[in-house]
Nanobody, 124 residues
Framework: QVQVVESGGGLVQAGGSLRLSCAVS????????IGWFRQAPGMEREFVAAIMSSGYGTRYADSVKDRFTISRDNAKNTGYLQMNSLKPEDTAVYYC?????????????????WGQGTQVTVSS
């Protein structure tokens, strides 16, 4: 049984930073591509960033490019999303997902395992 647990959300002022963590347990972490998605109230869940299982390939949504950085530490079975220069429009529940595809994906249906989400609120 694979479990995905996010942490690190909170309330921050515009221009501030947060780092989200994604702990994956139950199987070999290095086998999984990791994706971050977010969902604001009344909106569809949208892609934020993804990283390949090897860690060598990453992809970002245009809205977060140059502000967010996705990374992973396979020795710690943990993925990260560093969020800088946060804006009020970044406010959402952020979800981490794990999938067994060999490359990154921005399609949420490619990810089999999901966390419960962590709230990020950016005040203006």
């Amino acid at each position: 049984q694979v479990q995905v647990v996010e942490s690190g959300g909170g309330l921050v002022q515009a221009g501030g930073s947060l780092r989200l963590s994604c702990a994956v347990s139950g199987r070999t972490f290095s086998r999984y591509a990791i994706g971050w998605f977010r969902q604001a109230p009344g909106m569809e869940r949208e892609f934020v960033a993804a990283i390949m299982s090897s860690g060598y390939g990453t992809r970002y949504a245009d809205s977060v490019k140059d502000r967010f950085t996705i990374s992973r530490d396979n020795a710690k079975n943990t993925g990260y999303l560093q969020m800088n220069s946060l804006k009020p429009e970044d406010t959402a529940v952020y979800y981490c997902a794990a999938g067994t595809m060999s490359t990154w994906s921005n399609n949420r249906y490619d990810y089999a395992y999901w966390g419960q989400g962590t709230q990020v609120t950016v005040s203006s």
